[in-house]
């Protein structure tokens, strides 16, 4: 099945710094969504990124489809950005197959 | 707010025990999800369903039962719990619009004894 690597696994930033995560994914997808887990378990959905870019305040994804990766930058982080994210991609079940996620602590 | 809920939220259990989580979910989605989380592991598909009495098994099914008798309410039960199950579940939710966007609940920890 679809394989997806996530890196770094573990990512430690001063408050204010910016940073790119990175998802790798083995075959080709129709549905990548990036998700944050924040430190008291709740997932929230941060994008909906097939291909192409997008922004939403200081994060934005990009996805290059034909390359078989996806980038989420973060921006000017903040200690409430701490908490791990996960890339998700559409399995051949048509359900989402999960990385092992990047694990960020931002330090105030 | 994505209008799904679990319950229930904590549960401890002994082994052997029939355990049974509920997900209810009230913005009509099509698609339902059970996912478990353990460290090292991710999050990992045990059972889905894509409609009203259709599910089907994810990659970690064994121990498990699912059912879907209404749109809103997804069914996990765990026959006879065993001390492996122990872990964090996840229901969520895709609608067929919206680019199927995934929404989750807010989970459910179990601890088998």
């Known amino acids: 099945g679809i394989q997806v690597e996530q890196s770094p696994p573990d990512l430690i930033l001063q408050e204010g710094a910016n940073s790119t995560l990175r998802c790798n994914f083995s075959?080709?997808?129709?549905?990548l969504q990036w998700f944050h887990q924040n430190p008291w378990g709740q997932l929230i959905n941060l994008f909906y990124i097939p291909s192409g870019t997008k922004q939403n305040g200081r994060l934005s994804a990009t996805t290059v489809a034909t390359e078989r990766y996806s980038l989420l930058y973060i921006s000017s982080s903040q200690t409430t950005d701490s908490g791990v994210y996960f890339c998700?991609?559409?399995?051949?079940?048509?359900?989402?197959?999960f990385g092992k996620g990047t694990k960020l602590s931002v330090k105030p | 707010d994505a209008g799904i809920t679990q319950s229930p939220r904590h549960k401890v259990t002994e082994t052997g025990t029939p355990v049974t989580l509920r997900c209810h979910q009230t913005?009509?989605?099509?698609?339902m999800y059970w996912y478990r989380q353990d460290p090292g592991h991710g999050l990992r598909l045990i059972h889905y369903?894509?409609?009203?009495?259709?599910?089907d098994k994810g990659e970690v099914s064994d121990g498990y039962s699912v059912s879907r008798s209404k749109t809103e309410d997804f069914l996990l039960t765990l026959e006879s719990a065993t001390s492996s199950q122990t872990s964090v579940y996840f229901c969520a939710a895709a609608g067929v619009g919206s680019g199927n966007t995934i929404y989750f609940g807010e989970g459910s920890w179990l601890t088998v004894v």
């Open positions: 998700a991609v559409e399995g051949s079940q048509g359900n989402l197959i």
């Open positions: 913005e009509n989605h099509r698609y």
């Open positions: 075959d080709s997808v129709n549905n």
């Open positions: 369903s894509y409609g009203v009495k259709d599910t």
